[in-house]
């Protein structure tokens, strides 16, 4: 779990800098150096590392679609911090919106058999840990997304986080012998396309739209793996999963 939390994030944040440095030909350093911005890159690096962990380590105690659903509470944790620390009252529609998801992400990864739900003490903790983590993570670089571009952001940020978890679980320490054409080129897409433009498209978000309303929205993932799966691999479409989808669309059009 260690060592691929560190290769993700540390050859993702890696090849979103060398392009901001190499191609846009923009100075890190300018950024970097002002006020605040390297301290709110360092926060969010943390954060991520925290999320992309405790995420792996609930899938690692319970299963991957306990996970999921306790990923599916990171509005919950945002309505909470507008509430306490924004004083912003939510609205009943939020509400509604984030108890549509939540059963939505429950329909869609269970197929409606909650004996596969693994409510392990140790896996929910974790799970939870990953939501509040998420939470952070969503609004933690607003203020920083006004001063520098989301690539750097994102790609220091991820950076930062891959340099830490390298300490304890280095990738580079994964023995060779494991490695084929197929296993590298599957480690690639997770580090490129898994990892590097899905945080850079969800962060983009940030600066449009609410952090409430980003979480939300990404419960269209299992949306996207259950349509993937029946296109591409042929695997049927259960009731559960297609209620659970008509719910996060309804969830989203309110």
């Not at 540390?10 to 090849?15: F, N, Q, T």
């Not at 392009?19 to 002002?34: N, V």
């Not at 054409?181 to 945080?199: D, H, K, N």
Request: with cysteine; aromatic share 10%; proline share 4%.
């Amino acid at each position: 779990v260690g060592d691929l939390v560190a290769g993700r994030l540390l050859g993702a944040g890696a090849l979103l800098l060398m392009f901001e440095h190499f191609f846009m030909r923009r100075s890190l350093l300018k950024y970097f150096s002002q006020p605040g911005v390297a301290k709110d890159i360092l926060l969010y690096g943390v954060l991520v590392l925290l999320t992309q962990l405790t995420f792996f380590l609930a899938i690692q105690c319970s299963n991957a679609g306990t996970a999921a659903i306790l990923a599916a509470t990171i509005p919950v944790f945002t309505t909470i911090w507008d509430i306490f620390v924004k004083h912003h009252a939510p609205q009943i529609r939020e509400m509604a919106c984030t108890a549509l998801a939540i059963i939505a992400v429950v329909l869609i990864t269970t197929k409606g058999d909650f004996d596969s739900v693994s409510l392990s003490l140790t896996g929910v903790l974790w799970g939870l840990a990953s939501s509040v983590a998420g939470a952070a993570s969503n609004i933690q670089p607003n203020a920083v997304l006004k001063k520098i571009p989301v690539t750097i952001v994102v790609g220091g940020g991820m950076t930062v986080g891959g340099i830490v978890m390298s300490i304890f679980f280095p990738p580079w320490a994964i023995e060779e012998a494991n490695w084929t054409t197929l296993s590298a080129l599957f480690y690639a897409y997770i580090v490129v396309v898994g990892t590097l433009v899905s945080f850079l498209l969800y962060v983009s978000s940030l600066k449009m739209i609410s952090a409430t309303s980003a979480s939300l929205l990404s419960c269209f993932e299992p949306i996207t793996a259950v349509v993937l799966s029946v296109a591409l691999l042929g695997a049927p479409l259960t009731p559960a999963e297609g209620v659970g989808g008509v719910l996060v669309f309804a969830a989203v059009w309110l």
